[in-house]
Nanobody, 119 residues
Framework: QVQLVESGGGLVQPGGSLRLSCAAS????????MGWYRQAPGKQRDLVAI???????NYADSVKGRFTISRDDAKNTVYLQMNSLKPDDTAVYYC?????????????WGQGTQVTVSS
């Protein structure tokens, strides 16, 4: 059983920064793509950023230049550094990882962490 556990969310003022972390644990052979999605109230879940096994990254246009995704494969962890936060960034942030385990290559989701940007 694979688990993804997120941390680092919270309340921050506009212009502030937060760093999200997501650690994968369980029977993991390898991790393919890792990423972050977010879902605001009443809206669909959208991609924020993704990083491949080789380190290539892709970002939503709304966060380019402000957010940075990275990964530490030794720790099975993905990070999202969020700078210059805006009220529109308020959402529940979900970690995603495509993991090769005993059942094959499977997509896994974290439980979500709330990020609130407000003065």
């Amino acid at each position: 059983q694979v688990q993804l556990v997120e941390s680092g969310g919270g309340l921050v003022q506009p212009g502030g920064s937060l760093r999200l972390s997501c650690a994968a644990s369980g029977s993991i052979f390898s991790i393919n793509n890792m990423g972050w999605y977010r879902q605001a109230p009443g809206k669909q879940r959208d991609l924020v950023a993704i990083i491949t096994w080789g380190g290539s990254t892709n970002y939503a246009d709304s966060v380019k230049g402000r957010f940075t995704i990275s990964r530490d494969d030794a720790k099975n962890t993905v990070y999202l550094q969020m700078n210059s936060l805006k009220p529109d960034d308020t959402a529940v942030y979900y970690c995603y990882a495509r993991i090769l385990d005993g059942d094959g290559l499977v997509g896994n989701w974290g439980q979500g962490t709330q990020v609130t940007v407000s003065s």
